[in-house]
């Protein structure tokens, strides 16, 4: 089974330059999450979708970052402008639909971005 | 709002025991996990443990909770070097994946 996949692996940018990140999730994976983890920290929720409705977006930060899941399948995550501190792992994870039990997410191997 | 902490290093050496803690603050978690990172890679969920178990054994793996203090603990049996990488302890509310909060990791070096 092929696990969820993100493009690229690594990006530099300057400061105020826009970027984006793109994930597929595993096939028939209903829940797609992006999580930013900064380096020496755990990861933390940007966004949550189920199918392509947004389920939580409390933590992202609305002014520059956005993200879609026009088909209810892939993702893309953008920033624009960037900012120094918006340099860090971008994880993308899936999970089959929640409620009634537990469900796994899996996470892709992630997008390195370092903001100069 | 949810706090989850982990010292952040271990060294322990080839074929020890290795024990990773974790606090968190939130009671009305409904499981707790374990993931791990290796370099470069994302994370791989190692093992979970629903709010209402005290203890979860996996092979090499074993999952302590005290619901009453809020510490979870990894133990690691016959360590390897392939365990060295982060560990992550992170709970959530929901059924499953759901909004996890993660520690900040506890880098995990085993020496030969």
């Known amino acids: 089974e092929a696990g969820v996949a993100q493009s690229p692996r690594y990006k530099i940018i300057e400061k105020r330059q826009s970027v984006a990140f793109w994930c597929n999730p595993i096939?028939?994976?209903?829940?797609l999450y992006w999580y930013q983890q900064i380096l020496g920290q755990g990861p933390k929720l940007l966004i949550q979708?189920?199918?392509?409705?947004?389920?939580?977006d409390s933590q992202l930060p609305k002014d520059r970052f956005s993200a879609e899941r026009l088909k209810g399948v892939d993702s893309t995550l953008k920033i624009q402008p960037a900012k120094l501190e918006d340099s860090a792992v971008y994880l993308c994870a899936s999970s089959l639909v929640e409620g009634g039990g537990y469900t796994e997410a899996f996470f892709g191997q992630g997008t390195r971005l370092t903001v100069v | 709002g949810e706090d989850v902490e982990q010292s952040l290093f271990l060294s322990v050496r080839e074929g020890d025991s290795s024990v990773i803690n974790c606090t968190y603050t939130d009671s009305s978690s409904t499981y707790l996990y374990w993931y791990k990172q290796e370099p470069g890679a994302g994370l791989q969920l190692l093992t979970y443990?629903?709010?209402?178990?005290d203890m979860k054994q996996d092979q090499r793996l074993t999952v302590l909770l005290n619901k009453k203090d809020k510490h979870l603990s990894l133990r690691i049996a016959d360590t390897q070097t392939g365990d060295s990488a982060i560990y992550f302890c992170?709970?959530?509310?929901?059924?499953?994946?759901?909004?996890?909060?993660f520690g900040t990791g506890t880098r995990l070096t085993v020496i030969p």
């Open positions: 443990i629903f709010s209402n178990m």
């Open positions: 979708f189920q199918n392509n409705g947004v389920v939580d």
């Open positions: 096939s028939g994976h209903a829940t």
């Open positions: 992170a709970e959530s509310k929901g059924t499953g994946a759901n909004n996890l909060f």
